[in-house]
Nanobody
Framework: QVQLVESGGGLVQAGGSLRLSCAASGSIFTFNAMGWYRQAPGKQRELVAT???????DYADSVKGRFTISRDNAKNTVYLQMNSLKPEDTAVYYC??????????WGQGTQVTVSS
């Protein structure tokens, strides 16, 4: 089993910044992918950014150039630096870890609210 604990959400004005963190614990394998997804009210959950244990990254077009995902493999922690935030970034952000093809874990979610 794997547990994911997120932190760093909150309320920020448009144009501001926030940094999310997600610490993973439990049965974690060396090769995995961690990432962030978000879900706004009335919308489906969508990918924000992912990063593999080797450092390869992928971003949603809507956040490219504004968000940066990074990780500390020694701490099994993934970060999401969010800059130039927009009201449309308002959502619950979920941490995700995928490993061994079939294992897929989610955090409890952290609210990010961007006021205009």
């Amino acid at each position: 089993q794997v547990q994911l604990v997120e932190s760093g959400g909150g309320l920020v004005q448009a144009g501001g910044s926030l940094r999310l963190s997600c610490a993973a614990s439990g049965s974690i394998f060396t090769f995995n992918a961690m990432g962030w997804y978000r879900q706004a009210p009335g919308k489906q959950r969508e990918l924000v950014a992912t990063i593999t244990s080797g450092g390869s990254t992928d971003y949603a077009d809507s956040v490219k150039g504004r968000f940066t995902i990074s990780r500390d493999n020694a701490k099994n922690t993934v970060y999401l630096q969010m800059n130039s935030l927009k009201p449309e970034d308002t959502a619950v952000y979920y941490c995700n870890l995928k490993q061994l093809s079939l294992q897929n874990y989610w955090g409890q979610g952290t609210q990010v609210t961007v006021s205009s």
